[in-house]
C-alpha cells in the first residue's frame, strides 16, 4: 500500500460523506478514484471494496457492533460509528489483513482524528469482536425469516416486508443474494459507430475483458479495466455503459424509420441515445431533464457517440408543455422511482429510501404521467419504467393509468427474446427481477393510446 496516503481514512471519509452527508456511494467513490488515479491498481481496488462493502453491510455490522459494544451504535460519534464498520468489514470479510492490524490502524485513525479519550474504547470493542467473530449468534431463519433475511443481506425490514407480500421467501432471497454478487459493467455497442466485433477488437488491445450476455446480441459485460474515460472505445463513442434491462427499454418501444421520441426524464441519457441508434440517423429524439447539470451530462455523451438525431433540453416533466401536444410517436417515461431494483450497483439506496419517500415517489410518478401523456399522438406508445421491483410503483401504477386515461397495454412479446416471454409479457409489461433474471431489477410497459 501506499506511504503517501492512508486508504482507510480515505475509505473513513466515503463513509462519513454517505451516512452523514447523504451523498450517494456510487457517486463519492467515482470522485474518490477520479482523484487518487495516481494509486496503484491495487490500492485503488482495496479503497473500493472496503467503502463499497462496508456500506452494503451496514446493518450487519451494526448487528455485529450491538452485540460487543456498551454504547448503542446509534449513540456512537458519527465518525467512531463508521470507523468501527469498517473496520468489523475488514475483520469479517478481508481474511487477507490481520486482525490485529484492522484494531491498531482504527486505533490510530480515532487519535489522529482527535478522539483520543475513544482509543480504549475502539481498542475494546475491536479486540472482543476479533476473538468472538465466529461465535455471534444470527436471527433464526425459520423461527425470523424477515430479521434473518434483514441481518443476512443488511436489508431494511419495511423493503423485505413488501417484497414478501409480493415475492414468496425464496424469490425474495434470490434477489438479495444476487445484489451480493460482483456486478459487472454492462455495455451497449453503438451500432452506428462500431459493430460489436469493432467494440470487442479495441477492448482487447487494452486487455480489457469482454463477454456476450443474454437476452440482446449488441451488449457485453466488461471487466479488467481501472477507468472507463481511459478507455478509447469509450472515448471514440463506440458504447455507452447501460444495463441490458435499460437497453430493453428502448427495444419494446420499437422505433420506426422517421419516429419523433420524447423521453420526459431522459438523464444521463442512455435510453434516449440508443433509441436515436436504433432510429439510423432518421427521425428525432428530443431527451429532457430538469436541471442545467442533467441536461450538459447529456449533451456531452451526444457529442461523443456523434449522433444527429437527438438533442437535450432542460424541462420540468411535472410542468405541462403545450407545444408538445400530440408530438411524440414514442414518448419514454423512465420515471423518478425507489431504485430497490438497482441495489446491487448503489447499494446505499436501501438506506436512502422510506416508506414514505417511496409514497411520495408514487405520486410524484403519476402527477408526471398525468402531465405528460397528452404528448402522445393517438396510436402512438408510450413506454413506462422503473427501477424497482414493487408492485406499488410499477403494476399498480399500469392499473391506475388504464383506468383514468385513453390507453391500452400492448404485448410487448414481439420485441423481446423467447427466454423473456411470460403472460405478462403477452399482456404489456415485464418485471425484471435480479437473481431470476440476467440483469438489474427493472419493470417496464407499453401503452397504446388509442383516444
Known amino acids: 500500500m501506499t506511504k503517501t496516503v492512508n486508504l482507510r481514512e480515505i475509505v473513513l ?3 462519513m460523506e454517505v451516512t452523514e452527508e447523504e451523498e450517494y456511494s456510487h457517486v463519492v467513490i467515482r470522485g474518490v478514484l477520479e482523484k487518487y488515479q495516481y494509486l496503484e491498481k491495487r490500492d485503488r481496488a482495496f479503497i473500493t471494496r472496503l467503502a463499497e462493502g462496508t456500506i452494503e453491510y451496514m446493518l450487519q455490522m451494526d448487528y455485529i457492533l450491538e452485540q460487543f459494544s456498551t454504547v448503542k451504535v446509534a449513540n456512537m460519534k458519527p465518525l467512531i460509528r463508521n470507523l468501527l464498520r469498517m473496520s468489523v468489514y475488514q475483520i469479517k470479510y478481508m481474511d487477507s489483513i490481520p486482525d490485529s492490524a484492522v484494531c491498531n490502524e482504527a486505533v490510530k485513525i480515532a487519535q489522529k482524528r482527535g478522539f483520543y479519550s475513544l482509543k480504549g474504547f475502539v481498542n475494546g470493542v475491536l479486540r472482543s469482536i476479533a476473538r468472538g467473530i465466529d461465535k455471534v449468534e444470527y436471527p433464526d431463519p425459520v423461527k425470523d425469516p424477515l430479521h434473518y433475511l434483514s441481518v443476512r443481506y443488511s436489508m431494511p425490514e419495511w423493503i423485505l416486508r413488501k417484497w414478501l407480500g409480493q415475492y414468496d421467501l425464496k424469490t425474495v432471497e434470490m434477489v ?4 451480493e454478487k460482483d456486478q459487472k459493467t454492462s455495455i451497449r455497442c453503438n451500432l452506428n459507430k462500431a459493430s460489436k466485433e469493432e467494440v470487442k477488437a479495441s477492448l482487447k488491445e487494452q486487455n480489457i475483458t469482454a463477454e ?4 440482446l446480441d449488441y451488449a457485453l459485460e466488461i471487466s479488467d479495466y481501472n477507468y472507463m474515460q481511459a478507455i478509447n472505445a469509450f472515448k471514440e463513442g463506440m458504447f455507452q ?3 441490458v434491462s435499460s437497453m430493453l427499454v428502448a427495444e419494446i418501444a420499437a422505433p420506426k424509420f422517421g419516429d419523433y421520441c420524447i423521453d420526459v426524464c431522459a438523464a444521463p441519457g442512455g435510453k434516449s441515445l440508443h433509441l436515436a441508434d436504433k432510429l439510423n440517423g432518421s427521425g428525432h429524439v428530443e431527451a429532457r431533464d430538469i436541471t442545467d447539470y442533467k441536461v450538459d451530462m447529456m449533451l456531452e455523451n451526444i457529442e461523443r457517440v456523434g449522433l444527429i438525431n437527438m438533442i437535450a433540453v432542460r424541462q420540468d416533466a411535472t410542468v405541462f408543455d403545450g407545444a408538445s401536444v400530440e408530438k411524440a410517436d414514442i414518448l419514454l417515461a423512465d420515471l423518478p422511482c425507489s431504485g430497490l431494483g438497482v441495489i446491487g450497483k448503489k447499494t446505499d439506496i436501501k438506506y436512502k429510501m422510506t416508506e414514505t419517500k417511496q409514497q411520495e415517489l408514487v405520486k410524484l410518478q403519476r402527477k408526471i404521467l398525468d402531465t405528460v401523456y397528452p404528448y402522445v399522438k393517438v396510436g ?3 413506454i413506462y ?6 408492485a406499488d410503483e410499477n403494476q399498480f401504477n399500469v392499473k391506475w393509468f388504464l383506468d383514468n386515461y385513453p390507453f391500452q397495454l400492448e404485448s410487448i412479446d414481439p420485441y423481446i427474446c423467447e427466454e423473456l416471454r411470460s403472460k405478462t409479457t403477452k399482456a404489456g409489461y415485464l418485471q425484471l427481477l435480479p437473481g431470476i433474471h ?3 431489477g427493472f419493470f417496464m410497459a407499453r401503452f397504446k393510446r388509442i383516444g
Not at 176 to 179: A, D, S
Not at 385 to 390: K, V, Y
Request: glycine residues 12%; charged residues 15%; hydrophobic residues 25%.
Open 13 to 15: 471519509g466515503i463513509l
Open 176 to 179: 438479495c443474494t444476487n445484489f
Open 212 to 215: 456476450d450476455v443474454s437476452y
Open 241 to 243: 455503459v447501460q444495463d
Open 380 to 382: 402512438g406508445t408510450l
Open 385 to 390: 419504467s422503473t427501477c424497482t421491483i414493487g
Open 438 to 440: 440476467k440483469t438489474d
